[in-house]
């Protein structure tokens, strides 16, 4: 049986707007990932299209098997989307890459295509493997066994370069030279640390979604970035450092985009309530009569008016972040919501209509104790007295290129039974769902680690879980370096205290 024609064919024919192109120069641009979680990438459909409008350039998609074990018993050849070839069989094998967690995934993609995952045991025979996406700009080193090349920062800068590099080389070390010292850039056989970030000039933007699907995790939805960047300063947050300077959009500019057959769009951007143009543009998508999905509205910017336009575009439940559980540990994180702005928001989204709220929020913060857990469950007390709640919890995981680069992760056992007093406290009254605390952790480690770090997974790549991490990153001696820092201070501002023994893959900085 054809895994292409019973899997992926019946997937092909529900797109609109696939691209169809042969080729000399072959690029498969892969998703580490099931295939409804990588068509809700944006990043990952923007890089599609962009290869595609290159000229002898031909790009085909390719996405990990829901059930690789499964796959794997088949004795197939994993496929491209559009036509069937073999993803394996490319000059350019892409991988665009937004989550910690999907580290062994890349091996295991690689391994599924016929690649080997380590870049030391490929030659000229084989594709070249590049690498991007927001965790190459987050913390590249994990992948460096095993890229050939990471790109870092926004994607529209470097597709040129590479696909000029493609159609012009001869062989691999040929290919290394063309691109070398590139903003964005990184060779990791011949460059020690991650280059300065590819920033798109303006008149690259906006981007906007290829293709749409109703096997997507954002149904139907096409999708169009409002705003790249953030204006806000919270500390936590890599959208201002890793996206370069904040740039909106015109409202026109994002109407252009959007075909007139979408009837859904889902707007883009890390504060679409900053935003200047984002009532113009869902009212006029409404009036069309377009269903609306939003990435991000801050409470403190919610208004009536704006409530107004995203139900009239099909919002049923509003959504907002605290960012942490109490109204201090928000002042450390810069965030700027305070608990009224919470409640305001929770009676526009009553008197409107809506059926809920949901507040997205994180513990095991470095200065977080019981009082902060005692604040959130009060006020979550009292915005359910307003409308139907539900809490999104995540363990708080320091990222690099932050203030908090050197934070100590909050450790499993206290954020376990933080949230063990939580679900207690607040069962019958929010609906609550967290992030495993264990799997927070295997995220922290990979936020920071090195080289290594990407070698312990690959000794587990296949059979992957918390015990296996526990032994890989023993076998390799890691010993947390972040573990002894203290964060408890709250009169210290996030990143000033002296960390110890941190290393060239935690400096936050790029080089």
Known sequence: ??????????????????????????????????????????????????????????????????????????????????????????????????????????????????????????????????????????????????????????????????????????????????????????????????????????????????????????????????????????????????????????????????????????????????????????????????????SSIRADTVDTELAEILKAGGLRTFTVASDAPSERLRRWLKKGITTEDLLKTAQISRDLGFSGLKVYMMIGLGPENDDDITELISFTKELAGINRIALGISPFVPKRHTPHFADPFGGVQIIEARLKRIQKELRRTAELRNVSAKWAWVESVIARGGPEIGMAAYTLYRNESIGAWKKALDEIGWVDEYGDNDASSISLPPGQYVPRGVNAHADGLAV
């Open 1 to 294: 049986m054809s895994y292409w024609r019973n899997t992926m064919k019946p997937l092909l024919d529900d797109e609109t707007g696939t691209m169809f192109k042969h080729a000399p120069v072959r690029v498969t641009l892969a998703f580490p990932n099931r295939y409804s979680v990588g068509m809700a990438s944006l990043g990952f459909q923007v890089i599609y299209r962009m290869f595609n409008n290159e000229e002898g350039v031909a790009c085909e998609r390719a996405f990990l098997p829901d059930d690789v074990d499964a796959f794997e018993k088949l004795g197939q050849p994993l496929p491209t989307v559009e036509t069937g070839r073999e993803a394996g069989d490319c000059e350019l094998f892409a991988m665009s890459v937004s989550f910690e967690l999907d580290l062994t995934n890349i091996i295991r993609m690689l391994d599924v295509v016929g690649l080997h995952p380590l870049r030391e045991r490929r030659d000229d025979s084989d594709a070249i493997v590049m690498i991007g996406g927001p965790l190459t700009s987050s913390n590249p080193y994990p992948l460096v066994p095993f890229a050939d090349v990471i790109v870092i920062g926004d994607g529209e800068q470097i597709i040129p370069v590479v696909s000029d590099a493609l159609r012009e080389s001869t062989s691999r070390e040929d290919f290394y030279d063309l691109i070398d010292g590139m903003p964005g850039i990184f060779l990791p056989a011949r460059h020690t640390h991650e280059p300065t970030w590819a920033t798109a000039p303006k008149e690259l933007l906006p981007a906007y979604s290829q293709i749409v699907t109703p096997h997507s995790e954002l149904s139907n939805m096409f999708l169009v970035e409002a705003q790249r960047g953030c204006p806000r300063p919270c500390t936590f947050c890599l959208a201002r450092t890793m996206y370069g300077p904040n740039r909106n959009n015109g409202g026109q500019e994002l109407l252009d985009v959007i075909p007139d057959w979408a009837q859904k769009v889902g707007l883009v951007g890390a504060a679409l309530s900053d935003f200047p143009h984002t009532k113009f543009v869902g009212r006029t998508l409404t009036e069309r009569g377009v269903k609306l999905g939003v």
